[in-house]
C-alpha cells in the first residue's frame, strides 16, 4: 500500500507545484483514460472576469499531461494530429488559436519526427463581442485532444464557465498565466526587429521536386550594414535542427539540416532546410510556413516565418540556385569550436593549392631552384631555409590578420585580397618586386656585411632571404583565391580575433607546406638538380618574370589611379633602381660601414618616396577607361528600378587586380555570342567594379555568400524570382545556357 | 550533437534515396505474412495493391475498423481485382496477435509480420494507419492518410485511398496523390 501512496503524493505535490488555476467544476475535466488512469487534464481558462462589448480578451484551454505524455502542435509532425478546439460562445467572434513554440521529439532516430508540448501547454485564443451582448454569457468548449507516451490515447473534453459582458473590463486572476503562454507565442519578424529571408535551391519548386532551401535570419536592418548595431543570433534550443519548426503548407514537408554563420548576416544566422514537394500540383505559389526560436543577448525569442515558396508545374523550366549557403553545415553555431577544425582543415588545403596559382608560382621557382644552390651545402642549411621561408609566410599571415581584425575593430569590412584596393599598397609591392629582380639579375646582395659576402661566394641566398620572399609569396597570394580558400576566409571574417589569426596561419602553413616538404624530406632535395653556370642564368630569368608581375601591378595602378599616377610610380622604380644600383657598388667594394650606411639611406629614401607618391587621388570615372566597358555602374536601385520595368538583367562584380575576373571578362563576356545572346534578349547590364573599396558592393558580394570577386547574377524578366549564380570560372556555354533560361524568347517559352 | 546532426542528414538522405516517391517504380519486397506465406512484389504486377499499415492497438486503427472502412473499401477493391495487404511493424507484434484481431475483426486480407520494420522503412511508413497504392505496372502512385478525418467527426469522410484507386482503375491520375498521413507514430524497434 504503501507505493501507491508514495506515488499520489508525488502527484499531489507535482501539481502543487505546476500550481494550476481553479476554476469551476464545469470548466475542468480530466480524460484519455490509460486503463482507467486519464492522462490528460483540461481547464477553460478566461483572462477577464468582464469585458466591454467590442472589447477583445482571450479565452483559453489548459492542458495539463501527465509526465511523457504529449499533445500535439498545429503541424504534429509526420504522425499524431493538433488538437482540435471548437469554442462556442454566442454574440463573439472567436480568432484562431496561438500556439506556443512547440518542442521536437524524434522516434527512431529521427525516422518519425513530431512537434508537441509536454506537461502542460496553455493554448489561447482572442474573443470580441459584439456590440448588442450583455450580460452573462456562457463559453463554451468542445475540443479532441489526442495525448501520447509511446501509445497515443484520443481525449475529448466539454467545458463551459461564464463570463460577464457589461460596461467594464476587469482582468481575471488567470491573466498573468495568459501572459506567461503569450511570450512563447510566435511574434511577426518585424515586430521583433529581425529580418527574415529564404534562399532556395531552385528558382520554382515543382510538384515532387526535392530541394534545399535556407532561412537567414539577423537583426540589421537592409542597407544599414553597420555591423556593431547587429546583435549575434543564435538558434535558442539545445539541438540546432529543433529551432525551427516547419508547418505543412503547400504539400511542402521541410527539415532542418544544419546552421551556419555566414559573413553577412552580420551576427544573425542561417539554417539550411531539405524539402520536398508532394507530387501534387499546387495553385499558384504557396507559403513557407512555421515558428523559429532565437536567442538574443541573452534573452530568447520566439518568431514566425511566413515567407514566400515560388512554385511551378510540373515539367516547367527552373532555374538552379546554387549558392554555397544552402549546404547543411553540421557545425553548430552555438559552438565554434567543432567548426573550427574543418575551417583550419579547409585553410591548409586552400594554402596548398594557392601555391598552383599563377600568384605563387614564379615566388615558388625561384625558392625551388634555390635549393639548387644550396644543395651544395648540407642538410641543415637546407632545412635552416625551409624553416625561414615558413616562418616568413606565417609572419606574413599573421600580420594580414592583424590588419583584418584592426580594420573590423574600426568598423570597416574588408574581403580577401582587399589590399590590393589601396593605390600605395600596389605600389609597395611593385618597389618590392623591382629591388628583387635586382637582387637576382645580381646588382646586390641581401646583406649589410659585405665581409661576408665575399667569403660566401656561391653561398648567395641567406636564411633572412628565404623569410623574406615567405612574406612576398603571401603578399603575391592574395589576389589569386583558389579553393577552399573562400570558404575558410568567409567563416573566418565573420568570427573571434583567435579564429581569423587560426586561419590566416592555416593558409600560411598551407602555402608554406610543400616548399617546407622539400627542404625536409631528404629524398625530395635530392630531386632538385645540382647546381651550376645555368642556375644564375636561371635567376635572371626569374628576375623578369618578377618585372613581368611589376607591369600588371602598373596596369592595375593606372586603371583604378590614372595614367598620372601610373607615371609617377614608373619614375618612383627607376629611382629606386638607381638607388639599389648605387647600393650594390658601394657593397662590392667590401667596405663594411659606407655599404650599412648606404643600405640605410636606401630603405629610408626608398620608404620616403612611396609616401610622398602622387598616387592617392583616384581618377574621375572614364578618363582612365578608354576602352568601351560592358554594362552601367551597379547599383541596387538602379537594378531594381530595371527589374520593376521587366527587364531581365545580368549584374557582374569584378576588380581590376583579380586574375580570374579578368580571364573570365576577355574569354566570355567578349565573345560576340555573348554579346548578341544579350543584346537580343533584351539583358540590362549592371558592373560592380570592386577594384577600390566600396561599400555597397561588398555587401551585395555578402548577400551571396561571397567575400571578393567574381560574382555574376543573371535576374530573369520575371519578378521577385532568384538570380541564377554562375559559376566563379565561366565559360561561354554556361553563360549563355543562362541567359536563355533567364530570358527565354517567345518561341523558345515552354 | 555533431552527431545527432549527422545521423539526420543521414537519415534524410538515406530516406531520400530509399522511400519510393510517387511516380518511382517500388522496388521488389517480400515479407511472410502471419499464417507464414511469403509475399511480394512481383507476385502482384498486373494489379493494383493497397498496403495499410496497422496496429491493432493504436486508437485510429480501431476507429476506423469499428467503422468498417478498411474492411469494406477492401472488399469492394477487391471485387475489381486490387490487392489489400494489411502490414504491421509494431516490433511487439506477433502472429498471433494478428489471427487474433483478425478473428475479432472478421477481415481476410493477409496482414504483413514486419516487426523488424523492414517494409516500414523501405515505404517510409510512419502512421498508423498509413496507406500507399501502388499501380498494375508496380509504380507508387498515393501515399497518406486513409481519409480527410483526423478526428473522426466529419459525417462523409473523402476516402482518399478509394478515389485514388478508382483513378487507377480509369487509367487517371490520382489526384491527392500525397496526403499528410495522421494517427499512432508506428511503433518501430529502436
Known amino acids: 500500500m504503501s507505493r501507491p501512496l508514495l506515488v499520489f503524493a508525488l502527484l499531489l505535490l507535482a501539481g502543487a507545484a505546476r500550481a494550476a488555476p481553479s476554476v469551476p467544476e464545469s470548466a475542468l475535466a480530466s480524460t484519455a483514460p490509460d486503463r482507467g488512469n486519464p492522462r490528460l487534464e483540461g481547464r477553460l481558462l478566461l483572462d477577464h472576469d468582464a469585458v466591454r462589448p467590442g472589447a477583445q480578451f482571450r479565452v483559453g484551454v489548459l492542458l495539463s499531461m501527465d509526465r511523457h505524455w504529449h499533445v500535439y502542435w498545429r503541424n504534429s509532425g509526420q504522425s499524431g494530429t493538433p488538437p482540435n478546439l471548437r469554442w462556442q460562445i454566442a454574440g463573439a467572434e472567436v480568432g484562431?488559436?496561438?500556439?506556443?513554440?512547440?518542442?521536437?521529439?524524434?522516434?527512431?532516430?529521427?525516422?518519425?519526427?513530431?512537434?508537441?508540448?509536454?506537461?502542460e501547454v496553455l493554448l489561447a485564443s482572442p474573443v470580441t463581442f459584439a456590440s448588442r451582448v450583455s450580460g452573462d454569457v456562457e463559453v463554451r468548449l468542445d475540443a479532441d485532444v489526442l495525448v501520447c507516451e509511446v501509445q497515443c490515447i484520443p481525449g475529448e473534453l466539454h467545458l463551459s464557465r461564464p463570463i460577464r459582458v457589461g460596461v467594464a473590463d476587469q482582468a481575471s486572476a488567470e491573466y498573468e498565466l495568459f501572459e506567461r503562454w503569450r511570450a512563447r507565442v510566435p511574434r511577426p519578424v518585424g515586430e521583433r526587429g529581425l529580418e527574415l529571408e529564404a534562399l532556395y535551391s531552385q528558382s520554382a519548386i515543382r510538384p515532387g521536386d526535392s530541394f534545399r532551401a535556407a532561412l537567414a535570419l539577423h537583426s540589421?536592418?537592409?542597407?544599414?550594414?553597420?555591423?556593431?548595431?547587429?546583435?549575434?543570433?543564435?538558434?535558442?534550443?539545445?539541438?540546432?535542427e529543433d529551432a525551427f519548426v516547419p508547418e505543412h503548407t503547400g504539400g511542402v514537408e521541410l527539415a532542418v539540416t544544419g546552421a551556419r554563420r555566414p559573413p553577412f548576416l552580420a551576427g544573425g544566422f542561417l539554417l539550411t532546410l531539405s524539402g520536398s514537394a508532394s507530387h501534387d500540383a499546387s495553385a499558384g505559389d504557396t507559403r513557407l510556413r512555421g515558428a523559429l526560436a532565437v536567442t538574443r543577448k541573452g534573452e530568447t525569442e520566439f518568431v514566425e516565418v511566413d515567407l514566400p515558396l515560388p512554385r511551378a508545374a510540373a515539367g516547367a523550366k527552373v532555374a538552379a540556385l546554387e549558392n554555397p549557403w544552402l549546404d547543411p553545415d553540421l557545425r553548430s553555431p552555438n559552438a565554434p569550436a567543432i567548426s573550427l577544425w574543418q575551417a583550419v582543415l579547409l585553410a591548409l588545403l586552400g594554402g596548398v593549392v594557392l601555391?598552383?596559382?599563377?600568384?605563387?608560382?614564379?615566388?615558388?621557382?625561384?625558392?625551388?631552384?634555390?635549393?639548387a644552390e644550396l644543395a651544395q651545402h648540407g642538410r641543415a642549411e637546407i632545412v635552416r631555409h625551409?624553416?625561414?621561408?615558413?616562418?616568413?609566410?606565417?609572419?606574413?599571415?599573421?600580420?594580414?590578420?592583424?590588419?583584418?581584425?584592426?580594420?573590423?575593430?574600426?568598423?570597416t569590412s574588408v574581403g580577401w585580397g582587399f589590399q590590393f584596393q589601396e593605390p600605395i599598397f600596389v605600389a609597395a609591392i611593385a618597389a618590392v618586386l623591382v629591388v628583387f629582380a635586382l637582387s637576382l639579375f645580381g646588382v646586390f646582395e641581401f646583406r649589410l656585411d659585405a665581409t661576408r659576402i665575399a667569403s660566401a661566394g656561391a653561398q648567395a641566398t641567406g636564411a633572412r632571404r628565404s623569410f623574406f620572399e615567405g612574406l612576398l609569396a603571401v603578399v603575391l597570394a592574395t589576389p589569386c583565391t583558389a579553393p577552399f580558400v573562400g570558404t575558410a576566409v568567409g567563416f573566418a571574417f565573420a568570427s573571434s580575433t583567435a579564429t581569423i589569426a587560426a586561419i590566416f596561419l592555416a593558409i600560411g602553413f598551407g602555402l608554406a607546406l610543400p616548399f617546407l616538404l622539400v627542404c625536409l624530406v631528404p629524398a625530395w632535395?635530392?630531386?632538385?638538380?645540382?647546381?651550376?653556370?645555368?642556375?644564375?642564368?636561371?635567376?635572371?630569368?626569374?628576375?623578369?618574370?618578377?618585372?613581368?608581375?611589376?607591369?600588371?601591378?602598373?596596369?592595375?595602378?593606372?586603371?583604378?589611379?590614372?595614367?598620372?599616377?601610373?607615371a609617377a610610380l614608373l619614375a618612383y622604380l627607376c629611382a629606386l633602381a638607381a638607388g639599389v644600383w648605387v647600393f650594390g657598388a658601394i657593397q662590392r667594394t667590401e667596405r663594411v660601414s659606407p655599404a650599412r650606411i648606404a643600405g640605410i639611406v636606401l630603405v629610408v629614401l626608398g620608404l620616403l618616396g612611396l609616401r610622398s607618391l602622387p598616387i592617392g587621388a583616384p581618377a574621375p570615372a572614364g578618363t582612365a577607361r578608354p576602352v568601351a566597358e560592358l554594362g552601367r555602374h551597379f547599383s541596387a536601385a538602379d537594378v531594381e528600378a530595371a527589374r520593376a520595368?521587366?527587364?531581365?538583367?545580368?549584374?557582374?562584380?569584378?576588380?581590376?587586380?583579380?586574375?580570374?575576373?579578368?580571364?573570365?571578362?576577355?574569354?566570355?563576356?567578349?565573345?560576340?555570342?555573348?554579346?548578341?545572346e544579350l543584346e537580343q534578349r533584351g539583358f540590362e547590364i549592371f558592373k560592380g567594379d570592386w577594384t577600390r573599396r566600396d561599400e555597397a558592393i561588398r555587401q551585395e558580394l555578402a548577400r551571396f555568400g561571397k567575400a571578393g570577386v567574381p560574382l555574376y547574377l543573371?535576374?530573369?524578366?520575371?519578378?521577385?524570382?532568384?538570380?541564377?549564380?554562375?559559376?566563379?570560372?565561366?565559360?561561354?556555354?554556361?553563360?549563355?545556357?543562362?541567359?536563355?533560361?533567364?530570358?527565354p524568347k517567345t518561341e523558345e517559352k515552354t | 550533437m555533431k552527431r545527432i546532426a549527422l545521423a539526420i542528414a543521414a537519415a534524410a538522405l538515406l530516406g531520400a534515396v530509399q522511400s519510393p516517391k510517387i511516380g518511382d517504380r517500388v522496388p521488389d519486397w517480400s515479407a511472410r505474412d502471419e499464417n507464414g506465406v511469403e509475399h511480394k512484389m512481383s507476385q502482384y504486377a498486373g494489379h493494383a495493391v493497397v498496403l495499410e499499415w496497422t496496429n491493432p492497438e493504436c486508437p485510429f486503427v480501431e476507429r476506423h475498423y469499428q467503422a468498417g472502412t478498411m474492411k469494406q473499401l477492401a472488399t469492394v477493391l477487391g471485387a475489381k481485382d486490387v490487392v489489400w495487404l494489411a502490414v504491421n511493424s509494431t516490433y511487439t507484434n506477433t502472429a498471433d496477435d494478428t489471427k487474433a484481431w483478425k478473428q475479432e475483426q472478421g477481415f481476410s486480407y493477409a496482414t504483413l509480420q514486419d516487426e523488424d520494420g523492414k517494409l516500414g522503412h523501405l515505404?517510409?511508413?510512419?502512421?498508423?494507419?498509413?496507406?500507399?497504392?501502388?499501380?498494375?505496372?508496380?509504380?507508387?502512385r498515393y501515399r497518406g492518410a486513409i481519409d480527410d478525418d483526423q478526428y473522426g467527426r466529419a459525417e462523409k469522410p473523402k476516402n482518399y485511398v478509394d478515389s485514388a484507386v478508382q483513378a487507377l482503375l480509369a487509367s487517371a491520375s490520382p489526384d491527392p496523390s500525397e496526403t499528410q498521413s495522421y494517427g499512432c507514430s508506428v511503433k518501430y524497434k529502436d
Open chain 1, 355 to 371: 601555391n598552383a596559382m599563377p600568384c605563387v608560382l614564379p615566388v615558388l621557382a625561384i625558392k625551388v631552384f634555390g635549393l
Open chain 1, 525 to 566: 632535395a635530392k630531386l632538385v638538380p645540382r647546381s651550376g653556370p645555368w642556375t644564375a642564368q636561371l635567376r635572371a630569368a626569374l628576375g623578369f618574370a618578377l618585372l613581368g608581375t611589376v607591369v600588371w601591378l602598373l596596369w592595375i595602378l593606372g586603371r583604378s589611379a590614372g595614367a598620372d599616377s601610373q
Open chain 1, 96 to 119: 484562431a488559436p496561438e500556439w506556443p513554440f512547440p518542442e521536437v521529439f524524434r522516434e527512431n532516430g529521427g525516422f518519425i519526427t513530431t512537434y508537441g508540448y509536454t506537461d
Open chain 1, 645 to 676: 520595368r521587366g527587364a531581365p538583367v545580368f549584374v557582374y562584380f569584378t576588380a581590376e587586380w583579380c586574375l580570374t575576373c579578368k580571364v573570365n571578362e576577355h574569354v566570355v563576356l567578349d565573345d560576340a555570342r555573348v554579346r548578341a
Open chain 2, 123 to 140: 515505404f517510409g511508413a510512419r502512421t498508423t494507419p498509413h496507406m500507399f497504392v501502388i499501380d498494375a505496372k508496380g509504380v507508387l
Open chain 1, 386 to 411: 625551409g624553416i625561414a621561408y615558413t616562418a616568413g609566410v606565417l609572419a606574413s599571415m599573421l600580420a594580414l590578420a592583424g590588419i583584418v581584425v584592426a580594420l573590423r575593430a574600426a568598423g
Open chain 1, 220 to 240: 540589421c536592418a537592409k542597407g544599414s550594414g553597420d555591423a556593431p548595431a547587429c546583435a549575434a543570433l543564435s538558434p535558442a534550443t539545445e539541438k540546432i
Open chain 1, 714 to 743: 543573371v535576374y530573369g524578366s520575371s519578378a521577385g524570382a532568384q538570380p541564377i549564380v554562375l559559376p566563379e570560372l565561366l565559360t561561354v556555354d554556361v553563360f549563355v545556357n543562362a541567359l536563355r533560361e533567364a530570358a
